[in-house]
């Protein structure tokens, strides 16, 4: 009978779960919005993804949770932090990333790894939800524009306006004073792009991270093209952007759980 791990990253805004086989390969993965019950979420996104994949409890061998609501997850046997799950994840995608860079729903977090993978140092904003998809999701929707709309209106903007407030509640005050002034959506999206890549920067600069290795832009947030391109424009530097890039802290968590049992 084949044996899985499953790893359950409850973040602050959506549920997300990667099951990996014995080889530690992504064998199947399910995200879902999170609501206001946390361990309800899970319980619901673990059955869907049962179903859909037709696997049994039975061939699951251990699960394990990270992320913001970690704690909250009942049927859980172990929990890592999201730091940790990253820094795994993150390394197993590529080998010669030394800095992880995960922009979420509501938080930001850099992390800095050696050549074994370790973590060596990490920095979170978890203040508000400035730099992070909740800003985009909140400012985006004072335009009436829909997130995937947000990389093509970018690129057809023509300046960067001053957003003196990264704050969420105050920027859209900004944002409805462009509007009335008549200023291109165009212009503001690129704006909220710009604001949102002083915050991620700023977190970049506090973390020992090299100048030149390998810089893995995942979360939610890395699916948004436009932020990409603003991201590594800023920094100079190619961003990878890996395939389920939402995925790499539920992958981290499962890799780390295979690996402890394998070795006990």
């Known amino acids: 009978m084949m044996k899985y791990y499953l790893g359950i990253d409850a973040g602050s805004s959506y549920i997300k779960l990667a099951l990996i086989d014995a080889a530690g390969n992504l064998a199947a993965k399910n995200i879902i919005k999170r609501q206001a019950d946390i361990s309800a979420s899970c319980s619901r996104s673990y059955a869907d993804l049962l179903i859909e994949f037709k696997i049994s409890k039975n061939e699951i061998a251990g699960i394990i949770a990270t992320g913001y609501g970690r704690k909250r997850v009942g049927f859980c046997g172990e929990v890592i932090t999201e730091i940790t799950a990253l820094a795994i994840g993150g ?87 462009y509007i009335a002034m008549g200023e291109k959506k165009e212009n503001i999206i ?34 948004n093209k436009a932020m990409t391109r603003e991201l590594s424009s800023r920094l100079n530097r190619e961003l990878l952007v890996p395939q389920n890039s939402q995925y790499i802290g539920a992958y981290g968590a499962a890799l780390y759980l295979k690996r402890k049992n394998e070795n006990a």
């Open 91 to 177: 390394f197993a995608v590529d080998n010669r990333v030394r800095t992880i860079i995960d922009v979420g729903g509501q938080d930001s977090k850099v992390v800095a790894i050696d050549e074994s993978g370790k973590v060596v140092d990490f920095v979170m904003n978890q203040k508000c939800a400035a730099g992070t998809g909740k800003f985009l999701e909140v400012t985006s929707g004072s335009l009436g524009v829909k997130v995937e709309e947000l990389d093509g209106l970018s690129q057809k903007a023509d300046k960067v306006l001053n957003l003196s407030s990264t704050c969420t509640v105050f920027a859209e005050t900004e944002i409805i004073s």
């Open 190 to 223: 690129k704006s909220l792009h710009s604001a949102i890549s002083d915050q991620v920067i700023g977190l970049y600069r506090q973390v020992s991270a090299s100048d030149n290795a390998k810089i893995l832009f995942v979360g939610g947030v890395s699916l």
